[in-house]
C-alpha cells in the first residue's frame, strides 16, 4: 500500500461553500471538494445513509449537508454530526498555487 497524489483541479474553478464532485485519478474514486472559510477540504463524495452524492451540497460552520435527509458531516473529521454511527471520509489536501491535489491510500496488487 502506497499514498498517493492526485490533481483535481484549480481552487478559482470552486465555488465557496458549495461541494463540487472530483475524480481521483483515472481508475480511482471520487471524493467532494469544498472551499469553506479559505481553505479547501476534499471529504466523501457521496452520504453513506442512502448513498446519496453530496455534488452540490452546501457547507456551514465547518459542516457539508446532504440535500436528501440533511445529514451534517464535519469537514475535518467526517463524523455525521446529527445521526450516530455514520461518516465520510477525509482525505489530505495541498495546494499549490492555484492547483489542488488530493492524497490517498493506493493498494499494490
Known amino acids: 500500500m502506497r499514498r498517493v497524489r492526485f490533481e483535481v483541479g484549480k481552487v478559482s474553478e470552486l465555488k ?3 461541494g463540487k464532485t472530483v475524480r481521483l485519478g483515472e481508475d480511482g474514486g471520487e471524493c467532494l471538494l469544498v472551499l469553506h ?3 479547501v ?3 466523501g463524495s457521496l452520504c453513506p445513509h442512502q448513498n446519496a ?3 452540490g451540497a452546501p ?3 465547518g459542516e457539508v449537508t446532504c ?3 440533511y445529514y451534517c458531516f464535519s469537514l475535518k473529521s ?3 454530526l446529527t445521526a450516530r454511527g455514520y461518516g465520510i471520509p477525509v482525505y489530505e489536501v495541498t495546494v499549490e498555487d492555484d492547483t489542488i491535489f488530493v492524497s490517498d491510500w493506493e493498494y499494490d496488487e
Open 53 to 55: 452524492p453530496l455534488h
Open 78 to 80: 467526517g463524523d455525521c
Open 59 to 61: 457547507a456551514y460552520n
Open 37 to 39: 472559510q479559505g481553505k
Open 67 to 69: 440535500m436528501r435527509h
Open 16 to 18: 465557496p461553500d458549495v
Open 41 to 43: 477540504h476534499a471529504v
